[in-house]
């Protein structure tokens, strides 16, 4: 894929909601290494937005390309390689409540990197949690955390295989200071090593 090229497109993208448009007639390029900042208020389509450059969501209307072809027609091959690239830091967390904290944050290491040992993954997962400033206990599950926390969590989890595409839904909502500063490094390291940042907020 030419770097010059845009590695997502959004063309004439409508998605609804009943007989609302989320999204109307949206066209947008991402282009690679490139770092894009969504800002808007609340409920104005920004998560939606977000999800649909992911593939995550289908739109009603228009098609989503990655290297100027259509993402729900490419093979699933190069799909799944697409998203072993990918990492998602979601507004709501979306950790899996019936696993572990270490469970979660050793899944994306396990699906990119089949390869690597156990304790690759766990000084894998220490570096990460020393990188924010995480203290909890790893053998905890999602419901025992605060919302903050699990904002945390889910980040870490995002970029803990080093993406090569990184989508981030409010990364500084209900996070203190300190660790916002902190999720902002790691944005800014990956940026500097080349990844795609698509960032959302309202802030």
């Known amino acids: 894929m030419s770097r ?15 007989s609302l448009d989320v999204l109307s007639d949206v066209s947008v390029d991402f282009p690679a290494s490139s770092s894009t900042v969504v800002v808007g208020p609340s409920g104005s389509g920004k998560s939606t937005l977000l999800k649909v450059a992911a593939g995550i969501i289908l739109p009603d209307e228009g098609e989503v390309l990655w290297d100027d ?6 093979p699933r091959r190069e799909l799944a390689e ?19 904290l270490e469970e979660n944050l050793a899944l994306p290491l396990r699906v990119q990197m089949p390869r690597l040992s156990a304790q690759a993954i766990q000084d ?5 949690c020393r990188e924010l400033g995480f203290q909890d206990s790893l053998s ?16 870490m989890r995002a ?3 080093n993406p090569s595409l990184l989508f981030v839904d409010e990364p500084t909502a209900s996070i203190d200071h ?4 902190r999720m902002l490094g790691v944005i800014r390291r990956l940026k500097e090593a080349g990844t795609t940042l698509i960032v959302v907020t309202h802030s």
């Not at 072809?69 to 490419?74: A, E, I, K, S």
């Not at 697409?82 to 572990?100: E, T, V």
């Not at 894998?124 to 990460?128: E, F, Q």
């Not at 300190?178 to 500063?181: G, L, Q, R, S």
């Open 124 to 128: 894998t997962l220490t570096r990460c």
């Open 140 to 155: 905890s599950r999602p419901a025992q955390l605060s919302t903050g926390e699990l904002k945390i969590v889910s980040f």
């Open 4 to 18: 010059l090229a845009p590695w997502i497109s959004l063309r004439s993208v409508t998605v609804r909601l009943g």
């Open 178 to 181: 300190e660790v916002a500063d």
């Open 159 to 161: 970029v803990i295989g």
């Open 82 to 100: 697409l998203r072993r690239l990918n990492g998602f830091a979601f507004q709501d967390a979306a950790l899996w409540a019936n696993k572990s």
């Open 69 to 74: 072809r259509p993402f729900h027609r490419l």
